[in-house]
């Protein structure tokens, strides 16, 4: 499992300064401003949890189990769901998206409490 999230991470961390590189070289200044603080708020939570990945690695390794794994997957889901979204509503200006971002966020909060829940489980 370790080995997994370290992998995810690393991808996710890769992908989201491809895509901060992208919005801060392509898009800013063709797009409206508050969809380019979307954008940028989507890539800085997209890094944050590219790098709770890696501590879901590291918390497997000293505390594995099924919440350990469920926190990196909801990591993974709000990823998708948050950043994803405010990336999407950002280049297509498709305001509905913005609908979807909260479930990402409640994933992010979820992914951490579950960490937590885990750790003092021991």
């Known amino acids: 499992m370790d080995r997994l999230?370290?992998?995810l991470g690393a991808v996710s961390a890769a992908v989201a300064v491809a895509l901060g590189a992208f919005g801060a070289h392509f898009i800013r200044g063709r797009i409206a401003p508050e969809l380019s603080s979307a954008f940028d708020v989507g890539g800085?939570?997209?890094m944050y949890h590219a790098l709770a990945l890696?501590?879901?690695a590291w918390a497997a390794t000293r505390w594995p189990g099924s919440a350990t794994a469920a926190a990196g997957w909801l990591f993974v889901a709000g990823?998708?769901?948050f950043s994803g979204s405010?990336?999407?509503l950002a280049?297509?200006?498709q305001r509905w998206l913005g609908a979807i971002t909260p479930f990402g966020g409640l994933a992010f909060i979820l992914g951490w409490l579950a960490l937590a829940w885990r750790v003092l489980r021991v």
Request: charged share 5%.
């Open 86 to 88: 405010l990336y999407l």
């Open 5 to 7: 999230f370290v992998t």
């Open 79 to 81: 990823t998708i769901l």
């Open 91 to 93: 280049l297509t200006g």
């Open 44 to 46: 800085r939570y997209h």
């Open 54 to 56: 890696f501590v879901v």
